[in-house]
Every structure is written in structure tokens, then in C-alpha cells.
């Protein structure tokens, strides 16, 4: 995928509200029971930190912070250093354990970035940072939940007379086949099991989604990221892609709802 959406969806980045903050709350209330007052600091990696927000969170904990916060786009990192004090460091989160320290992570954070990293190469690269007892937050969108977007696809755009409704359902069908989001909650399970992992604690966001007008539905889609993946087309200027995304956008009816189902997970060693 290419970097530039990473750093466009970063000027939009919206964790004041929505689903970011509703997973940012339910990660600390989680974390909060399980790591209590310590005067060793808490070494915390963030993988795909995006904006901070939830790093900036885990400084409620009730203890001393050692912070590193990894993602592919400088301008997600910038906005990150902005809020914490943290070692930034510019990779891809399946080649995390070539930048980090092994073993040397109480904590290693993984939120929302199932859409670009298959689960098997995550959860290698964690087992490798992971500390002797160290544990995993995971959180992800899972696809259950997004049906009349799925219907949608089906009966409006990919069997279409018009070409550029085609063209809008193959590059969904092409993100939808690089996306590595799990289908549910055993998906995920069967991965973490594969991997010699296990789920110490799990919560579930049920989130609807409503959208009034093609704007509303774009403002989420493309510019707050749930669905950029689309954009990352090969060899379509980013401008060209955006218009595509817009016009698909008006294409569908609305009101337009669909239910955003989160996993969020305390993963240990099986
Ligand atoms: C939806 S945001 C989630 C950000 C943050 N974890 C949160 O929960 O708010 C996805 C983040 O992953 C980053 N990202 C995308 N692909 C990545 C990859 N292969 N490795 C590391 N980070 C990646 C993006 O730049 C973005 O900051």
C-alpha cells in the first residue's frame, strides 16, 4: 500500500470520538486491570502507532512508561511524538523485530492493522519483542457486521453496465482480497493458536454506523481510513482514486448503516 494514503488519512486522523476513542477506552480499562502499580517502567511498543492517542491513554497507568511507537508513515509518527515522549521508528510492523529489541516488551500494542498485515507475519514478529510473560493488545475490526456494504457492492456496482462502477468493484474486490481481516472472533483464535499464542481477555464493540449522505459515508471511508485500502490502486494518481471513491459513494442509497464489530484482545504465550 502505498505511503501516501497512510500520511493523507494522518491529517484527518480523528481519535477524539468514534470507534478510535470508544477501542482506546476499552484497551486502558483492560490494561488497567491487568498491569497495577510498578516502579520498574512498563515498556510498551505500539505497532502502527497512528496518532499516539492510545499510548498518550496508557500514561494513566500506575506506573513509569518507556514508549516506542512503529509505523509506516513519518506524518503518523510526527503526530505521535507530539503527544507522548516516545522512540519513533519508521518500519513495517511485519519487519518490527529487524528495528526492535527482542524480548525487551511488557506490552506490545497492535490496534487496526489487520488491513495491512497478514496475522501469521504480526504475530511472529510479537513473539519476538514479547518479554517472558509479556502480553499482546490486539484489537481489530473483524468483516461480520459489514453485510449491506458487502450487498451493496454486489448489487450495484459489480455486475454494472456502467464502466466505472466496474471499475469501483474491482478495486474494492482487489483491497478486500489484501485485506487480512479476520472474519470473526474464531478466526482470530485459530491464528493466535497457530502461533503459540492464546487469548487472556477478550471484549467486544458492537458499533452502528450510520451515514445520511455520500459525504458522511466519505468523510468515514476515506478520509478517517476505515476503508482506504480502496484507494491503493497501482498506477491511479491518489486524486484520481479519491474522485472514483466519491462518485462510488453517491451511487448507493441512503440512509446507509452498517455495524462495526471490534475484537479486542489480551493475547499471552499458549
Ligand atoms: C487505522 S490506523 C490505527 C492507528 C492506531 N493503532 C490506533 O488504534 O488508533 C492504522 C495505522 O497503521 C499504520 N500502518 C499501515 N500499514 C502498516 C504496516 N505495514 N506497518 C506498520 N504500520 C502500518 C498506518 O500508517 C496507521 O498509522
Same mark, same amino acid.
Given at each position: 500500500m502505498s505511503l501516501r494514503v497512510h500520511d493523507d488519512v494522518a491529517r484527518q486522523y480523528?481519535?477524539?470520538?468514534g470507534i478510535i476513542a470508544a477501542k482506546n477506552q476499552a484497551v486502558l480499562e483492560g490494561l488497567k486491570q491487568r498491569f497495577g502499580?510498578?516502579?520498574?517502567a512498563l515498556r510498551v511498543a505500539d505497532l502502527?502507532?497512528?496518532?499516539g492517542a492510545q499510548l498518550q491513554m496508557l500514561t494513566t497507568l500506575a506506573c513509569p512508561l518507556a514508549m516506542t511507537g512503529l509505523d509506516v508513515s513519518p506524518a503518523m509518527l510526527r503526530l505521535a511524538a507530539q503527544r507522548v515522549p516516545l522512540t519513533a521508528v519508521l518500519a513495517p510492523a511485519q519487519d518490527a523485530a529487524a528495528h526492535l529489541p527482542h524480548g525487551a516488551f511488557d506490552l506490545v500494542l497492535a490496534h487496526f492493522v489487520l488491513a495491512y498485515v497478514q496475522p501469521r507475519d504480526l504475530l511472529a514478529q510479537v513473539r519476538q519483542l514479547l518479554a517472558p510473560a509479556g502480553v499482546l493488545s490486539l484489537a481489530t475490526t473483524v468483516t461480520e457486521g459489514g453485510a449491506p456494504f458487502y450487498a451493496a457492492l454486489e448489487s450495484t456496482?459489480?455486475?454494472?453496465?456502467n464502466p466505472l462502477r466496474r471499475a469501483i468493484a474491482w478495486a474494492a474486490d482487489r483491497a478486500l482480497a489484501r485485506s487480512h481481516m479476520p472474519a470473526d472472533f474464531q478466526a482470530l483464535e485459530a491464528e493466535l493458536q497457530a502461533s503459540g499464542l492464546r487469548c487472556l481477555a477478550r471484549r467486544t464493540l458492537r458499533m452502528p454506523v450510520r451515514f445520511d449522505t455520500p459525504d458522511e459515508a466519505y468523510r468515514f471511508g476515506i478520509e478517517e481510513g476505515? /476503508? +482506504?485500502?480502496?484507494? /491503493? +490502486?497501482?498506477?491511479?494518481p491518489l486524486g484520481a482514486a479519491k474522485w472514483l471513491a466519491r462518485y462510488g459513494l453517491r451511487q448507493c442509497s441512503y440512509p446507509f448503516e452498517v455495524t462495526q464489530v471490534i475484537e479486542i484482545l489480551e493475547v499471552g504465550a499458549a
Open positions: 480523528n481519535s477524539d470520538d502499580p510498578r516502579a520498574a502502527g502507532v497512528g496518532d456496482f459489480r455486475h454494472s453496465w476505515w /476503508a +482506504v485500502n480502496i484507494l /491503493a +490502486v497501482p498506477g491511479v
